[in-house]
């Protein structure tokens, strides 16, 4: 632009004619580039893979917020990587001036924060030559429903396993989830919001090789919001042909077992997808216990897995939780379903684990192995007896242990006869006796009595009545 200075001598309050005395007019020049701006607004919501408007403009400015007429090369790029960002990335400012008129991007912001997919996690940054600058953040929100989609994938699992939390979503041409919008969103912003219904969405199996098996699929539970559906109970189990008599159920090779896939299907346009390749091994051991213990020894036993065929060999190992852990002791390729723990000791808790062999190849436990138990070497109380009763009380007593490692104390329990469950009445008993109380005259009862390790919270498995 174009200014006059005026100067006038303070000193001075009257004058002939004007007190003022001016410069000639003077050309304004801005100065020196010293940052770039993002000069447009950006809506805080935008639609995927949709050019942004209006255009993204771009100043060169100096130090005072001047646009600096002169030639630039200006850049635009996403700050989030994989954001899916398209068209014209480099353009011309002539005049100090860029114009993006093309510029979009396909990745919403549930990719980024699930818990959160309309937050503002987009931004743009811009630069030219030293110089670059930041938008303001927005948010990038699905287009209409075009296809469906597994969200979470299964996972490779076990017989009688769920194969994780499968989850479904519709989605648009570019991937991402059609959710329902919220109330700051100007509603059907990007096309119509299709959601998903408990009654619009199933899982089956999609087999591409059958070899000779047979694939069940167990519905389990099935959570469904506006968004997605989840299959938290999906689970597997698969018959094959009759073992061989060491029970080695073997197939002819390892890839065999990885070909199964989770079909979902939605009424929605007929649309149907698979999900990624899972495994599913041989189910582990049910029922694992210590089942019997004695002043030296542990007895350890299991039950072949409920579904599926039984496992080729099992694998059992223990360890002695003193401080620090011992080593693990491990025993594999065992056939029995029950294993005993000579020198067991008294004074520290063992913890011992078990496990189906995995069928897919390779040594060692198929994945998702069962929880540990815990034991440790304590012999039972030698008898029982009941010194006397009344119609709803009875004194029981009992003879401690004549070897090994004194009880902590004694749980006391008693069952209903026939058919009641065993519930305890009495615990942290540290005397031989005990009087049971609240009985009913008219029933049966078989009182026990457990001693409690001094390793720890482990009760001898049991007792005599």
């Known amino acids: 632009g174009q200014i006059r200075v005026g100067f006038k001598l303070a000193s001075v309050s009257a004058c002939p004619g004007s007190c003022w005395s001016y410069t000639d007019v003077m050309t304004v020049a801005t100065g020196v580039p010293s940052r770039v701006v993002v000069a447009s607004n950006i809506s805080s919501a935008i639609c995927a893979s949709t050019a942004i408007s209006p255009a993204i403009s771009v100043q060169v400015q100096d130090a005072s917020g001047n646009t600096v007429v002169a030639s630039f090369v200006v850049s635009i790029a996403a700050k989030l990587e994989g954001a899916g ?67 979470e994938n299964p996972e490779d699992t076990v017989v009688g396993q769920r194969a994780g939390t499968p989850r479904v979503y519709l989605v648009d041409l570019n991937g991402n989830p059609v959710l329902p919008l919220p109330a700051t969103v100007t509603p059907a912003l990007c096309g119509a919001v299709t959601t998903l219904s408990g009654t619009t969405v199933t899982l089956a199996m999609a087999q591409e090789q059958q070899a000779g098996m047979t694939l069940l699929l167990g519905m389990g539970v099935r959570s469904v919001v506006d968004s997605a559906v989840f299959f938290s109970g999906a689970n597997l189990n698969w018959q094959v042909p009759v073992c061989t008599a060491s029970h080695v159920c073997s197939f002819s090779s390892p890839a065999d077992n990885r070909i199964m896939r989770l079909r979902a299907s939605a009424s929605y346009n007929s649309m149907v997808v698979d999900s990624t390749t899972f495994s599913v091994d041989v189910g582990h051991p049910t029922d694992f216990i210590a089942a019997e213990t ?30 620090p852990p011992s080593s693990w ?97 009495a615990e942290g008993v540290l005397a031989n006796s005990t009087t049971v109380t609240n009985l009913d005259p008219t029933k049966a009862y078989i009182i026990r009595a457990y001693p409690k390790s001094p390793a720890g919270d482990f009760y001898a498995p049991t007792s005599p009545s």
């Open 85 to 151: 960002l398209a068209g014209t990335l480099t353009v011309d400012a002539p005049q100090g001036v860029a114009t993006f008129s093309d510029i979009s991007l396909s990745r919403s912001c549930f990719h980024y924060d699930q818990d959160n997919p309309f937050a503002l996690c987009h931004s743009f940054v811009v630069s030219s030559g030293p110089f670059s600058a930041e938008s303001t953040p927005f948010t990038v929100i699905a287009r209409a429903a075009v296809g469906i989609s597994f969200g």
């Open 294 to 323: 004695s002043a030296t020894s542990i007895l350890l036993r299991w039950q072949a897995p409920s579904h599926g065929p039984t496992p080729q060999a099992y694998t059992l190992r223990y360890r002695y939780l003193s401080t």
């Open 329 to 425: 002791s491990e025993f594999p390729g065992l056939q029995a379903t029950e294993f005993l723990v000579g020198g067991a000791r008294s004074d520290v808790l063992l913890e011992a684990e078990v496990c189906a062999e995995s069928l897919l190849g390779g040594a060692g436990c198929a994945i998702k192995r069962p929880a540990p138990v815990f034991a440790a070497a304590i012999q039972p109380v030698a008898s029982l007896e009941v010194l006397f009763a009344t119609e709803n009380r009875a004194l029981v007593a009992w003879e401690p242990a004549r070897s090994g490692a004194p009880a902590a104390s004694y749980r006391v329990t008693s069952t209903i006869v026939p058919g009641g469950l065993e519930i305890t009445v």
